[in-house]
């Protein structure tokens, strides 16, 4: 049996580094508390040899030179915690999360799907890596040394099995209690006063004696530098939520800088949904808003903001995709036309996770828009005409004749359509079908162009039926040729938008010839309307 | 070297007719047998177009007339007001969206009428309706928008149905974008640049897309492959009693009858004389 442990040196730190890659060649302290009374919780290793230690306060640091401050970010440790278990749970369906910054992973039936042992181990570190998380890999024939390995040793290790206590022997007694320093540090003390620094050194120690003086707990802890532990894994079933989150230092005014932290969030959300062979259907932004911001003209997001400080819009795809930079587009493209009106101080970005679509093409079957391609077209005509000026419609269950409403455009798969009027079943036509013959094989239905909004138009009646009509910008008049109708029709009387109308079909001359119109009287507000030209 | 005279002394100094498509003349194949000129190819068969695919219209009398509307190729219908261009806007849209196309339809003036569409048969899954002239520009200065004092030639909605029409043939997919140029008054629709069509014709060519224009007059110019002219007839045509006696209730708009003509077909050679047909149209509610 084989085991591997992930672990994350300076985790506070690492999690900050994640987002902002740029500061890992400095020296970094993350800071902890309220100001003037932060303290320092942890540094990487170019602070540390400057002579920063955890518990400094921030005035004790602040002369130190090329030294940078971060405020601790729970969120983001939270993420990368998260982000750590995916990672892990693409090698293996056995994961224990041994503490934020520790995860094990059990790698019984793994060789023959990866490889040999240090080749999973390299793996698990490059998978780290690309989730912007620099981590120690360990493996070893138990849990616990798996994670002792990995907490004194950098990099990737692998321990042979039985060769556990020679290769922990040389790591300091301090891996033995990892984040539970300061809770131990009477027993520290105690190994200290003993001279016991390494873990052999304790491992040497008589077992009885030890148990005499550290009871149980030093057995236990004798074990685990002999490397001789063995324990079952402890299960971890994280629900499947992917979200990234992101606090700024300095809240965002404009959007190309938001937009670049965006794409850099959506990288690291399609690369943690792509670990775990998923797709989304649905991005849900909420950008938390700056409290009390005056409305400037000049700042780009300065628009209507919103009264409770959060800022949401939700994305929503007719099909399961995984493309960071079509989904950075769709976002730049949403939030132009809907700017959230006050400066952004913290990003929290989530994906519905989904399974990804699997399509088929078929040599016969029409080709269409490609679903990514068509998203991002979509959008950008909605910028040019509106939201609800485009998509497919809908007809309504009414007799209204405005009895429609508009709909995201997601074209069906192709099947067998049956014909709306006859009732036949006309089968799918290839593209191939060059010179077939009108399909529904009856004459063409006369179409009627709609007037939007309707022509207000003033019509003298003679004999109780419609003679002449003059329209307000005087471009329809003249004398009607030929009448029919009325046909009289109403509907939702029982709504507070009850219509009632009598219809008529006219021919009037026009400059080009006779056009056929249909005149509308509406019967409750008693104007007269030209709704439509047969065409 | 041969020794053959490459041309003959009495074709020099004459010009000669070589009718395309011909068998390569004598003098061809002595040039072509030489080594260092054995790759030459007959400049007459340097590019030879497809003929390009013809669809079903969906009207039965214009696929007898002009064989169908050829893909990747911008199609034309042009006629005044209750001519029956929307009847035949609707026929191919209904003909597209049972092929299982998706189709687009670029609507200018906003006159698309959703009951007589479905009377026709579109499915309206398969269409992409885009309405516009809906949204206003926002600007810092309401100087600097008004585009009527920069370039008073092209309003509003028709510049948002170009910019639409180059994202939908840019996106590729669609088997069927139809501009509605029918409600755009005849003066402004002429005023849309020739580049622009151009632009499109390009766009859809080598492509399935069949590009559909209605319109007033023809505007697409030599970019239309099928230009087609539609009439309406008299208005005896339109109702069968037209009798003042008889009481208005009684009468009953029967249909147009169409009167078509082409003006242009490149896919085919023009026929002498001009061709036409007739057809009739029927009203029906959904």
Redesign the interface.
Known sequence: MSFACIFVPDFPVETLLRVEPELRSQSLAVLEGKAPLQKVFAMNENARRAGVSPGMSKMQIEDCNGLMFRARSLPQEAAAHAALLDCAQSFSPRVEAAGCDTIVLDLAGLMPLFGPLPKIARALSRRASDLGLEVNVAVAGNPDTAVLASRGFSGVTVIPEGREAEQLGSLPVEVLFGNAIQESAHLLETFSRWGISKLRDLAALPDIALSERLGQAGIHLQKLARGDIARTLVPFEPPLIFEEVIELEYPLVLLEPLAFLLGRLLEQLCARLEARALATQELRLDLELQNGYQSD?SAELAFRPPPHGLFTRTLRFPVPLLDSGMFLKLLQLDLKAHPPGAPIVRIHLAAEPVRPRAAQNGLF??????PE??E???A??AG???D????????LDTHH?EG?C?QH?A??L??P?R???TGKI?N?????????????G???????????PPVDVVVAMRDG?PACITSKSKTIQGEI??????WRSSGDWWEREGWARDE??I?VQ?E?????YRLVRDRIEGRWILE???? | MSSLPLVSTAALGRPVAVAAGAEPTLGFKRLSAMPKLAGLTSASRLEMRPTPQMVSSGVREIDMLTGGFPRGCLTEVCGPASSGRTSILLATLAAATQRQEVCALVDISDAFNPLSAAAAGVNFKKLLWVRCGGIKQKSASPQRHRVTEKNPKIEKPVEQALRVTDLLLQSGGFGLVIIDLGDTPWKMARRIPLTSWFRFQRAVEHTATVLFVISQVACAQTCASLLLKVSGKKLSAVSSQLSTETPTHAQLLNGLQVRGEILRSRPERKPVGSVTTEFATRVRTG
């Open positions: 003209e079957i029409p080709p269409t828009p490609e391609k068509l991002l077209t979509l950008r005509i040019i005409v509106g609800d000026n485009v998509g497919s419609l809908e007809l004749p429609f508009m455009f074209p069906e192709s099947s359509q014909h709306r009027d006309t799918q036509q290839s593209t191939d079908s060059s010179m077939s013959l009108c399909l529904c009856e004459d063409l239905v006369t179409a009627l162009r709609i007037f939007r039926k040729l030929w009448t029919a109708g009325p008529w079909d021919a026009g080009t010839g006779i056009a056929l439509g030209t047969y065409d």
